[in-house]
């Protein structure tokens, strides 16, 4: 048995008035690929903001690998788990090989810098998702789904065993999204890294992840695989859709 | 937790030399760079009103600096004028110029804002106005060579910054817009204030004026010593936290995912920021673009870590500063912060058309 990569019990939110999760309760095993979905403002969001504490419940607790995120500083939470940015803009020209190198941060010797198994950790992180081709490139320049490319590099330089998304495939044309989603599937099966991942598309979340995790009004509505979670009645109560609408395939 | 993290085989070269060096440059842009400082102590010192040969200049330096005979034979006169009035004003320039530049670098990177310079928070019409006061107030103290005004405008300085920092944490937007807005309407009110004050000080309006045109010919060892340590220490100190400065490139919100302590980092290295232009500003007046310009030349040069734009900057304002308090002093003692306007706004505009492909701002 080995320790849950993330661990929620009872967690609260509330802002202000609105409670935007109410007394969740998941566990995610190491390894394991899962998606969040639900309709906006389920509390998707909210609940990775806790996973990764830069949100604090207002009752509950999170543990990562087992240990409270209540006793982790930030750079521990950060060799812990990654998280690919969502919107990043870049306020000074930035060539893609320094922005994966920012990866690094919670690796790096403080006041020296990138040491020598930085530059290997992100010369493989470069190799590992394939942007080779974009080196020396000003990250600003790059089209939507070569820049969502480079930021998973970043994170995959960063090493941490937990990668957290944010709607990775908003913005990206088919043939994108599906390169993401392989890329995921990918680091996932090979690397063994847990894959969590908001996703708006419930195509794209059944055909990928094994496990779906529904939110809606900040519960956990339903939870397991896409076949049991999925349910025309499910689909009808909680997105207010004809389930026609979306088709799962085999 | 089982991670494993697969050993990839690496064996582009192009990867590797990509991770490896960044650029390759900043070896050798620093050492232009320090180059171009000992060109400027020697002209700064050497040329005036009565010129010192480089020779000479270089043996008065060796000689008091660092007790070396090198060579020659100088007058008594040489020696006062390089060791009592030139050599104090040149290293004032130089110290100001490298606080200014780490100041701006600071506030750019923090800020996320490649318009931002030192005085984006208040810190120059603080000091003006702190400055304009000190003018007024008909008393003359001086202690250790160091005024009425000096006081007053570095104190006017570090209370603008801290008035707009506690009115910016206290509203609900973002934190980041809220400190640019907070930053323009305190600086308005206190832009105000001022107006009002050169309105009313008559006979003494020049004394103001020139304090905000800026200027090193006040410069003493004396008042060199005061604003010296600020400066040094509190580039040290924010150069040691580059890393959170470059946590912060992609935004805060991924800086606290990096591991950085957003809050607690932005706080101390704008009061870092802060207190660097504080000590600048007293000495020198308000001498504008220098903080705003170099460090983008260096960002051209280097790319955008602050580990590398830091002390390049450090190095770039300094040399850019002497050399246009030399130009100015060979103009007939015009403001320093016409020249840095003049040499530093084409200049800029130049390296902006040759990399435009490359560089926005």
């Known amino acids: 048995m080995s320790r849950p990569a993330i661990r929620l019990a009872g967690v609260d939110v509330r802002y202000r008035e609105r409670a935007a999760l109410r ?34 419940p207002s009752a509950g607790g999170v543990e990562l690998l087992g240990q409270s995120i209540d006793v982790l500083d930030r750079m521990a939470v950060a060799r812990r788990v990654a998280v690919v940015p969502q919107a990043a803009t870049l306020p000074f020209a930035t060539r893609v090989e320094e922005v994966v190198g920012l990866g690094r941060i919670p690796h790096e010797d403080p006041f020296r810098g990138a040491r020598a198994s930085d530059r290997a950790a992100i010369a493989a992180a470069i190799e590992r998702v394939g942007v080779g081709h974009l080196l020396g490139r000003d990250a600003r320049e790059l089209s939507l789904g070569e820049r969502q490319l480079v930021l998973i590099a970043m994170a995959v330089a960063q090493a941490a065993p937990i990668l957290i998304l944010d709607e990775p495939t908003v913005h990206l044309d088919l043939r994108h999204q599906v390169g993401t989603m392989d890329l995921l599937v990918d680091l996932n099966e090979r690397d063994g890294t847990t894959v969590v991942a908001v996703l708006h598309d419930l195509t794209l979340a059944a055909h990928f992840f094994p496990r779906l995790v529904l939110l809606d009004h900040g519960c956990v509505v339903a939870d397991g695989n896409p076949s049991e979670v999925l349910t025309p009645d499910r689909i009808r109560d909680v997105f207010g859709v004809d389930p026609a609408l979306v088709r799962l395939g085999a | 937790m089982a991670t494993r993290q697969e050993v990839v085989a690496v064996d582009s070269p192009r990867v590797w030399r990509a991770a490896a060096g960044l650029r390759s440059r900043p070896v050798v842009i620093a050492l232009l760079g320090i180059g171009a400082l000992v060109v400027a102590l020697v002209l700064g010192v050497g040329m005036g009103s009565v010129a010192i040969v480089p020779g000479e200049t270089i043996g008065i330096l060796g000689h008091r600096l660092l007790g070396l005979d090198i060579a020659g034979r100088w007058s008594e006169a040489s020696e006062t004028i390089v060791m009592d009035l030139r050599l104090p004003r040149v290293l004032t320039a130089m110290i100001v110029g490298t606080g200014l530049a780490v100041a701006g670098a600071t506030f750019q990177g923090l800020l996320r804002n490649p318009l931002a310079d030192p005085y984006v928070l208040g810190t120059a019409s603080g000091a003006a106005l702190g400055a304009a006061i000190a003018v007024l107030i008909p008393v003359r103290i001086v202690v250790l060579e160091f005024g009425l005004l000096h006081g007053f405008a570095f104190i006017g300085a570090l209370a603008a910054v801290y008035t707009v920092y506690r009115l910016a944490h206290s509203g609900g937007l973002a934190p980041l817009t809220s400190l640019l807005l907070t930053g323009y309407a305190v600086g308005s009110l206190l832009a105000a204030g001022l107006a009002m004050a050169m309105y009313l000080s008559g006979a003494a309006l020049n004394q103001i004026f020139s304090y905000l045109l800026g200027g090193f010919d006040g410069s003493s060892w004396v008042r060199l010593a005061g604003a010296a340590p600020l400066i040094i220490l509190g580039g040290t100190a924010i150069m040691l936290r580059a890393r959170s400065i470059n946590g912060m490139l992609l935004g ?12 607690r980092e932005r706080a101390i290295l704008l009061a870092l920021a802060s207190l660097v232009t504080a000590a600048a500003v007293a000495v020198s007046g308000l001498i504008g673009f220098v903080g705003l310009v170099v460090p983008h030349v260096v960002r051209m040069l280097v790319g955008p870590s602050a580990r590398l734009v830091l002390p390049l900057s450090a190095i770039g304002g300094a040399a850019l500063l002497t050399f246009a308090d030399l130009a100015a002093r060979m103009l007939g003692e015009i403001p320093v912060g016409v020249v840095t306007a003049v040499i530093g706004a084409p200049f800029f505009l130049v390296l902006l058309r040759r990399v435009r492909a490359g560089y926005e701002l």
């Open chain 2, 252 to 263: 805060e919100e991924t800086a606290g995912h990096l591991g950085i302590d957003v809050p």
């Open chain 1, 23 to 56: 007394n969740v309760d998941l566990e995610i095993a190491t390894g394991e690929r899962v998606a969040l979905i639900g309709g906006n403002g389920a509390g998707k969001s909210t609940l990775l903001r806790v996973a990764v504490g830069t949100l604090g």
